[in-house]
């Protein structure tokens, strides 16, 4: 989980070196973070998310 | 230029390119000190108050620093578009963390919620106002030309006095995430791991409500200092380099 914040570190040093890449990889990262959600989603509600 | 040009409504309101893109740096770096005292507050509570955060605190604050990225590429990049709707997708999965925590608490109607509460709502809620309010806002960004066209380079090709500022507040949220995780790390070992094993932590932990001292906001200003030496270091390499190229 705290892998999350390891990209956000790196997406901020490559947004300083110009990596052109790293707006993928932020996406990446927010598709990982949706994921994460999805697998903590351990107790039931009755609107059943 | 002919008379129905100079007296085009598109004339009337239009602000100088280079205005543009000064109020639309300064609304980039308002949002991100903004960000910064919202993660400051959330690390005062952890290490402050001694409240650890849940699994679905976690998904939102990684929802709020992908809010940074966005302004972070404006600033250093140039003005795109595509930097904010990066900001709005960061607050849709930011915002999906706090609706699923709202959910939880407000389907039972005995359920006092968890943590602290902040105006009469809780931190989840607060949350969900932030990134409806970014979602609002990147979109009204989206909506105005004017520093899309001036040909905004970023700071990082414009060796201005908005450098060096805006390189310490990168610098002071990055040193605020690797102190969290650095932390985190040494509590996960002493508390969580005991507290859930190495399985998924619940969702929905017990409520706590201690508020707590005002030592982690000293800490997060200090961090703040270190920030801003470093960028002034970072500034005065850029700018020996620039000189002798």
């Avoid at chain 2, 770096?29 to 955060?53: C, D, K, N």
């Avoid at chain 2, 976690?58 to 590429?73: C, E, H, K, T």
């Avoid at chain 2, 703040?224 to 190229?245: P, Y």
Wanted: glycine share 10%; with cysteine; charged share 10%.
């Amino acid at each position: 989980m705290l892998l999350m914040f390891v990209v956000w570190l790196v997406v901020f040093i490559g947004i300083f070196r110009g990596w052109r890449w790293v707006p993928l990889l932020a996406l990446a990262n927010l598709a990982y973070t949706l994921l994460v959600l999805r697998i903590h989603m351990t107790d039931p509600i009755p609107l059943n998310f | 230029m002919t008379t129905s040009q100079a007296t085009s409504p598109a004339s009337r309101w239009s602000m100088a390119p280079d205005r543009a893109v000064l109020l639309s740096r300064l609304i980039n770096i308002a949002a991100l000190l903004g960000l910064i005292g919202v993660l400051a507050g959330s690390l005062h509570l952890q290490f402050g108050a001694g409240e650890q955060p849940c699994p679905l605190c976690i998904v939102q604050r990684s929802g709020m620093i992908g809010l940074a990225v966005g302004p972070i590429m404006n600033l250093l990049w140039g003005m795109k578009a595509r930097h904010y709707a990066l900001s709005i997708l960061a607050a849709v999965a930011g915002g999906a963390g706090s609706t699923r925590q709202i959910l939880l608490h407000i389907a039972d109607p005995n359920d006092p919620g968890y943590g602290p509460e902040v105006f009469g709502w809780h931190l989840y809620t607060w949350a969900l106002v932030t990134f409806v309010i970014a979602i609002v806002g990147c979109a009204l960004l989206i909506m105005w030309q004017a520093p899309f066209e001036a040909g905004d380079r970023g700071v990082l090709r414009d060796a201005g006095p908005m450098r060096p500022i805006v390189t310490g507040l990168v610098v002071w949220l990055s040193l605020v995430v690797v102190i969290w995780v650095t932390i985190d790390l040494a509590v996960i070992g002493l508390s969580v791991i005991p507290e859930c094993g190495l399985g998924e932590c619940p969702d929905d932990p017990e409520n706590t409500n201690s508020l707590g001292n005002l030592g982690g906001w000293f800490a997060v200003l200090a961090v703040g200092v270190v920030a801003a030496v470093i960028a002034a270091i970072i500034e005065r390499r850029w700018k020996a380099r620039e000189a002798s190229s």
